[in-house]
């Protein structure tokens, strides 16, 4: 009784520490991807205000579309660009998470995703 006892009490604080350190993992995840947000959200603003100051200082129609050519592909490119990096943050973000419960489920047989 006293074994099986201890065996509980180990697995319930192992249990405990995973969640802490996933916890952990997550919260550096998701600060990660707020910055990485915020950063993009600032240089996109800035790149807005300049194209907007070349429309406005276009001397004919045809530089002005131009400029707004340019400017939807490098806010598209751009766009698209952060997208890739906020997933690939997504995905080490889980994997980190998961990691601290690898051990434990590895106990029950049950394999970590790839």
Do not use: C, H, W
Request: glycine share 4%; proline share 2%.
């Amino acid at each position: 009784m006293m074994k099986s006892f201890e065996e509980f009490q180990t697995f319930g604080k192992d249990g405990f520490e995973a969640y802490v350190a996933s916890s952990t993992a997550l919260t550096k995840g998701m600060q990660a991807m707020a910055q990485e947000t915020a950063e993009f959200s600032r240089k996109s603003l800035e790149k807005s205000t300049a194209a907007f100051e070349k429309l406005t200082a276009a001397k004919s129609m045809e530089k002005a579309l131009e400029a707004q050519q340019a400017f939807a592909k490098e806010s598209y490119d751009a766009m698209v660009a952060q997208m890739t990096k906020l997933n690939e943050l997504y995905i080490s973000t889980a994997k980190e998470a998961f990691k601290p419960f690898e051990a434990s489920l590895a106990a029950f047989g049950v394999k970590a995703p790839k």
